[in-house]
């Protein structure tokens, strides 16, 4: 019964250091006040409920006020959460996940687009995805292959409703990926040849249930808009977005390229990366 507790416990601090990268420090920290909850927690019950409670305390204590400051000789900073209208992240777990860091230039970049937003689409919201962890320069944001440096961010599509045509502020997906705007018949189709030979390529669609879908149709119009904003900025110096896109929203310049097979599919989601 011990070994199974203590398996389980490395299985979760496994799960928590891939997933938000402090998550298994902070439980280990909770383990602290377990001896004090034992003392004085007679129900087994009752003992469980408070251990979670200090974890979760602990845990949001970490990253809302010590990891913003243990993030800035990493030259990292958060994303705006709840304090900008036009910049905000499209699921809160990408917060809570401490998935949200990346370079002061970066959040510079991101405000200046939502401003450029804007004057031409005012109430636009530019909603992000996952961005990078705060500490550390190579340590891997899980699943993506970069994203390991604060320079990497993904962002979703802008949306309209299928039934007024109007701007929604929000996209199909639950994660913000997986939820594709396919080639048309014609269109150039990367999906379909990468997918034959690498299985990761298409993945994230196969994982997200699609019954969003429905909900949503593709704003091409500030899609694009957003895209010429970002591609403008001087550090920008890379944009991912799948070929059929590029072509449909009649997109040029160096900066707007093709990430590759080994990579995953770049139509459910805008990925751009600093100098
Ligand atoms: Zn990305």
């Not at 204590?61 to 499209?90: C, D, E, H, T, W």
């Not at 993945?203 to 019954?211: A, R």
């Amino acid at each position: 019964m011990k070994i199974l507790l203590i398996v389980s416990i490395i299985l979760l601090f496994c799960v928590l250091t891939l997933l938000t990268q402090v998550g298994g420090i902070v439980l280990l920290l909770s383990f602290l006040t377990h001896r004090f909850i034992d003392a004085r927690t007679a129900s087994k019950g009752w003992r469980t409920v408070w251990k979670f409670s200090c974890f979760i305390v602990f845990y949001f204590l970490v990253g809302l006020l010590i990891l913003p400051l243990l993030a800035k000789p990493f030259n990292r900073a958060p994303l705006p959460v709840f304090s900008q209208a036009y910049v905000k992240p499209l699921r809160a777990i990408t917060w809570i996940c401490n998935r949200h860091y990346v370079r002061k230039d970066m959040i510079r970049v991101v405000n200046e687009a939502a401003a450029g937003m804007q004057q031409e689409y005012p109430g636009s919201v530019i909603n992000y995805l996952d961005a990078g962890f705060p500490l550390f320069n190579g340590y891997p944001l899980f699943p993506h292959l970069s994203h390991n440096d604060g320079k990497k961010l993904d962002l979703a599509f802008f949306y309209l409703s299928p039934d007024t045509y109007l701007p929604l502020n929000d996209a199909p997906s639950p994660t913000g990926y997986g939820i594709c705007e396919e080639p048309r018949p014609g269109e150039q189709d990367m999906p379909a040849s990468c997918s034959k030979k690498n299985w990761q390529y298409d993945l994230m669609k196969k994982l997200v249930p699609q019954s969003a879908r429905n909900g949503f149709v593709f704003d091409s119009v500030r899609t694009k808009t957003l895209l010429g904003l970002l591609m403008a900025e001087p550090e920008i110096e890379k944009v991912f977005i799948e070929p059929h896109l590029k072509t449909r929203l009649g997109l040029t310049g160096s900066k707007i390229r093709f990430h590759g097979c080994n990579a995953v599919r770049h139509d459910d989601h805008i990925h751009i990366q600093m100098k």
